[in-house]
């Protein structure tokens, strides 16, 4: 199955700093990517995606382009806040026709410090 | 609309009991899940449904059996539970199998096996 690496936390930053998470894929095809969020205490919620290469994905500031040449899907951020203080998940369909859940990387803790 | 609904919330076993997490979806969406949170480890699926009255295998099966006699539940089961099952499982749903379609995430059910 497609597999992901995303870049370890936990990452601090001050607030109004430029964010970046990298995140690489192995993949069979040219599958849809995503970010996820998790803040603290609740669920997996969709932050962007991008379903086709080149795409850029963008949502509440983050943006994502899916690079098939370098296999990556980097999430970044102008200008975090301290309201941006979650886990960030970079995700893609296990296999090739998405019916068997997503593989997930390992997450990243963002803290964002006043 | 509630979207995803988990009960319970958290619950605390010990070794040997028998347990079983219900969710709920109100989106009419023919695709389940069923992953648990490990940490360090990101999500990992564990059983995973395309429709009422199927139910398919994830990457870590072993110690769970599912149901999904209704379209809108899909019920996780732990016959005799063990240390290592001690995780955050949360539940998705989606609209479709297309591996573009966004995957939606229950609050999670907490669970302590002593």
């Known amino acids: 199955g497609n597999s992901v690496t995303q870049m370890e936390g936990p990452v601090t930053l001050s607030e109004e700093a430029f964010l970046t998470i990298n995140c690489t894929y192995t993949a069979t095809g040219y599958p849809s990517l995503f970010w996820y969020v998790q803040y603290p205490g609740e669920g997996l919620q969709l932050l962007l995606k991008a379903t086709k290469a080149d795409d850029k994905g963008s949502n509440k500031g983050f943006e994502a382009t899916y690079r098939k040449e370098t296999t990556s899907f980097h999430l970044e951020k102008g200008s975090v806040q301290v309201s941006d203080s979650a886990v960030y998940f970079c995700?893609?369909?296990?296999?090739?026709?998405?019916?068997?859940?997503?593989?997930f990387g390992k997450g990243t803790h963002l803290i964002i410090q006043p | 609309n509630a979207g995803v609904t988990q009960t319970p919330k958290f619950r605390v076993l010990k070794t040997g009991q028998s347990m079983t997490l219900l969710c709920a979806q109100d989106m009419n969406h023919e695709y389940m899940y069923w992953y648990r949170q490990d940490p360090g480890m990101g999500l990992r699926l564990i059983h995973y449904s395309v429709g009422e009255g199927t139910t398919a295998k994830g990457e870590v099966p072993d110690g769970y059996n599912v149901s999904r006699l209704k379209k809108q539940n899909f019920l996780l089961g732990l016959e005799s539970a063990a240390p290592s099952q001690t995780s955050v499982y949360f539940c998705?749903?989606?609209?479709?199998?297309?591996?573009?379609?966004?995957?939606?995430f229950g609050p999670g059910t907490r669970l302590l096996v002593l």
């Open positions: 998705a749903s989606s609209y479709s199998q297309q591996g573009r379609e966004t995957q939606y």
């Open positions: 995700a893609l369909p296990h296999s090739g026709g998405g019916a068997d859940g997503l593989t």
